[in-house]
């Protein structure tokens, strides 16, 4: 079983900065894939970026050369660095993994608002 527990959300004024963290706990040897997703007000969840099992991320059309998806060498922690963040990115960002299991578990979710 995977922990994961996102930090670093709040609000910001547009064309701001947020960095996003998850943190993983338990059987984080099992993971091959992960990712952040968000979701906005009746809105479906989406995909934002994600380290696929094949080692390559990928980035939503619409936050590419804006935000930037990393992790730590120790591979329990991963990132999301938002930079020029505007109202539309007003959304609750969950982390994700994918195990060789394969089961999928998720974070609860942090809240992430842009002010205009």
């Known amino acids: 079983q995977v922990r994961l527990v996102e930090s670093g959300g709040g609000l910001v004024q547009a064309g701001g900065s947020l960095r996003l963290s998850c943190a993983a706990s338990g059987s984080i040897f099992s993971i091959n894939a992960m990712g952040w997703y968000r979701q906005a007000p009746g809105k479906e969840r989406e995909l934002v970026a994600n380290f696929t099992s094949a080692g390559s991320t990928n980035y939503a059309d619409s936050v590419k050369g804006r935000f930037t998806i990393s992790r730590n060498n120790a591979g329990n922690t991963m990132f999301l660095q938002m930079n020029s963040l505007n109202p539309e990115d007003t959304a609750v960002y969950s982390c994700?993994?994918?195990?060789?299991?394969?089961?999928?578990?998720w974070g609860q979710g942090t809240q992430v608002t842009v002010s205009s």
């Open positions: 994700n993994c994918q195990t060789i299991l394969p089961r999928s578990y």
